[in-house]
């Protein structure tokens, strides 16, 4: 048993870290909710302050936006050309993305600075790549009602998900402490 702990020891050190974190974050995430009461349809602060950046973009552009409550259910009513289009709930602000990048980030450990400017400026990305998601989702739902499963399901989705996938990809080969350095002659 001795022989398989210390064989696979920088997977489950890996999986450790990585679970650790994850819970963490997870719980401070669920702590953060439980101040607002879904019963009375209220949304998070950052949720909110998601939907009203994603009018900000697409004000910037021209649109005529805007936001407001939902009656029925805690979420963010997006207008966009006087038509309702689109809801921003609390699972579309990134959070649960953002959470999932830093665990993987701190599981694959690389020096302190690198991975806390890491953490930072990847956070950063999910946040504004987010926005400008809604933002063109919101655009497309208007012109293309019928696309709404292909674009909200599959298309915005992967292109999040694709996004930190290469995130971490660049941490790993270029930044973590398991990157491979090629010796200078």
């Not at 999986?15 to 101040?35: D, E, I």
């Amino acid at each position: 048993m001795k022989n398989l702990l210390l064989q696979y020891k920088p997977f489950l050190l890996f999986l450790g870290k990585f679970l650790l974190t994850y819970l963490v974050l997870t719980m401070a995430y669920q702590w953060y909710l439980s101040r607002f009461d879904s019963h009375k349809q209220e949304v998070d602060a950052f949720t909110q302050s998601v939907a009203q950046q994603t009018v900000a973009v697409l004000q910037w552009f021209g649109s005529e936006s805007y936001t407001q409550p939902h009656l029925k259910e805690p979420s963010v009513k997006l207008v966009y050309q006087g038509k309702y289009v689109s809801r921003i709930i609390e699972g579309c602000n990134a959070i649960s993305v953002i959470i999932l990048f830093v665990s993987f980030v701190m599981a694959f450990t690389g020096k302190l600075k690198s991975t806390l400017l890491f953490i930072l400026f990847g956070t950063v990305l999910i946040h504004l790549l987010n926005i400008a998601r809604i933002a063109l989702l919101s655009v497309a739902l208007y012109h293309y009602p019928q696309y709404e499963h292909l674009l909200h399901g599959v298309i915005f989705p992967l292109i999040i998900y694709g996004t930190v996938f290469l995130l971490w990809v660049l941490w790993v080969n270029k930044f973590s402490l398991h990157a491979t350095t090629t010796p200078t002659k």
